[in-house]
């Protein structure tokens, strides 16, 4: 261990202050910029800013239940074979094994906070994740973390 890897355990107390990362955590994930606002064994959540044209592609949660509280901005949305939108004030429900994409088709940012439940790997994955360019790489990895992504063009309109 380098002593830069995500130890999760109990969810210690304290603020993680606006615009920062607990542990100073912040990756940078295929143009998205993840900043880490909790982490323990049982959840761990994220805010995500999301510029114009950027997204995630369908994919699968097998162990995790997934969040989104959308802060800024609208999410295009694959749920489980239909899309939709959600803005501000929203909350997405993704229960685990339900196949899930979003993504910002608007011409502004956006911005969710995210989290999962159980914490599961999704934290070392962003690790490894943090400016890697290669979307074939960060498939390869997310399968070795829990995350399952659907085959290009399994989804019409992803």
Same mark, same amino acid.
Request: aromatic share 10%; net charge negative; glycine share 10%.
């Given at each position: &261990? ?5 130890? $999760?355990?109990?969810? *210690? ?8 990362? &607990? ?7 295929l143009g998205h910029t993840y900043t880490m ?9 994220? =805010? ?11 994919? !699968?949660?097998? $162990?995790?239940? =997934?969040?989104?509280? !959308?802060?800024?901005g609208v999410f295009t949305l694959y749920l489980?074979? =239909?899309?939709? %939108?959600?803005?501000?004030?929203? %909350? !997405?429900? &993704? *229960? ?35 400016? $890697? %360019? ?12 829990? !995350? ?11």
């Amino acid at each position: &261990m380098t002593g830069d890897e995500i130890v $999760l355990g109990p969810l *210690p107390k304290g603020i993680t202050l606006a615009r920062e990362g &607990m542990r100073k955590k912040v990756w940078n994930v295929l143009g998205h910029t993840y900043t880490m606002k909790a982490a323990s064994d049982s959840s761990f959540a994220f =805010e995500t800013y999301d510029p114009p044209g950027t997204g995630v592609p369908p994919h !699968v949660h097998p $162990l995790q239940d =997934e969040h989104i509280y !959308v802060v800024e901005g609208v999410f295009t949305l694959y749920l489980d074979g =239909e899309w939709t %939108t959600a803005g501000p004030g929203d %909350t !997405v429900r &993704m *229960p685990r094994n339900l196949p899930h994409a979003y993504y910002n088709r608007s011409d502004a940012p956006t911005r969710g906070l995210f989290w999962v439940s159980p914490a599961g790997r999704l934290a070392a994955l962003f690790d490894q994740l943090h400016d $890697l %360019t290669d979307p074939e790489e960060v498939v390869r990895r997310s399968a070795l973390h829990d !995350v399952d992504f659907l085959p290009p063009g399994s989804v019409e309109g992803a």
